[in-house]
């Protein structure tokens, strides 16, 4: 059974930065493009970013640009979200998910694999 699990969520300061990892069993990433998604308290859930993994090529959502980044780690079979400089507005359970067969794909709707999440909590 394909599992996605996630780590590295916690509770942090405005400023602080978190680095999120995404594992797979049951499942290689090599012909999947793998995304962050979050979903915030009575909020929808929304594209933060995603990584082709046979390429690397990546896409992320504009509020997180240039203090998130996306990378995969091919030997571990993990991808990783490296948050720098978060902010309150940040705060949401984060899920990784992967997507066979789009290319950098943002709507959840493409995604046929999720994890559960893990909290990250920005304190102002």
């Known amino acids: 059974q394909v599992q996605l699990v996630e780590s590295g969520g916690g509770l942090v300061q405005a400023g602080d930065s978190l680095r999120l990892s995404c594992v797979a069993s049951?499942?290689?990433?090599?012909?999947?493009?793998v995304g962050w998604f979050r979903q915030a308290p009575g909020k929808e859930r929304e594209f933060v970013a995603t990584?082709?993994?046979?390429?690397?090529?990546?896409r992320s959502e504009d509020s997180v640009k240039g203090r998130f980044t996306i990378a995969r780690d091919n030997a571990k079979n993990t991808v990783y979200l490296q948050m720098n400089s978060l902010k309150p507005e940040d705060t949401a359970v984060y899920y990784c998910?992967?997507?066979?067969?789009?290319?950098?794909?943002?709507?959840?709707?493409?995604?046929?694999?999720w994890g559960r999440g893990t909290q990250v909590t920005v304190s102002s």
């Open positions: 998910a992967a997507s066979r067969g789009s290319y950098l794909p943002t709507s959840s709707q493409t995604y046929n694999y």
């Open positions: 049951e499942l290689t990433f090599s012909n999947y493009a």
């Open positions: 990584i082709m993994w046979s390429t690397g090529s990546a």
